[in-house]
């Protein structure tokens, strides 16, 4: 039993959040479990509960009812900084701090965790070369010196810094460029196999998720509507709101195999 719990290394037990003492719910009744390794993308429209579900992980958010459970153990449980620690997280927008420069932002919690000094230098250089940021080209800008694209790079290895097991992501790739979006998403993706993280990457870009993900969990106005492989989603639909929203990547995709199909014939 022990090694079942283990496997799921995310599990939200029922988990409910009202801001207003119980008149709305911004997240209602969601259970869902991660398994080591796999990525997890929480997707729906604005508003539906998607930053608020992700904040229930790691404690930026506590919920009204019900429990997380990270690695087998109660969130509540565990002291909120030390939980931190083993949990990145990359903030919708870039979220880095302005003033400071780029080595600074990434080595942020290792100070507060008076690693020392030449300790944090080293791992911010191997951090940087991670997300393919050469060190001696960045490592003293400021976050308004880099492109959008180079910014959320540095999110990432501020995320990576504390060596964490499992990453939570809130629309990492939402301000970037389709082809940007789509070069780091595939850096992301082979950075999270090789790290063997698990992951929860927030989008409300259906092609994103059906491309990334190991589970996607649609959500509607605070519910969880459907969760399943990118396959069982688009073979089998919970409801119409499901078949609307994959039906717009499915759609673009016929067209462009029927177009490529009719070039090659
Ligand atoms: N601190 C808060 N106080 C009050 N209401 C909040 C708070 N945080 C979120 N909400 C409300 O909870 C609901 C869900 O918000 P949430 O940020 O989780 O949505 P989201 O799915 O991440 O949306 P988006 O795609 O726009 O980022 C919204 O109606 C929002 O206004
Ligand atoms: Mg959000």
Redesign the pocket.
Known sequence: MAGVILQRMIVLENISKS?DGGNRF?VENVSLRVPRGKLLVPL?G???????TLKMINRLIDPTSGRVLVNGQDVRDSDPVQLRRGIGYVF?GSGLFPHMTVAENIAVVPKLLRWPKERIRAHVEELLELVNLPAEQYRDRLPQQLSGGQQQRVGFARALATGPEVMLLDEPFGALDPVTRDELRAEFVSLRQRLGLTAVM?T?DMLEALLAADLIAVMNAGRLVQLGTPYELMTHPADAFVAALIASPKHQMEKLQAMTAANGT
């Open positions: 801001f911004s729906g604005s508003g539906c509960g998607k930053t608020t919708q927030v409300h």
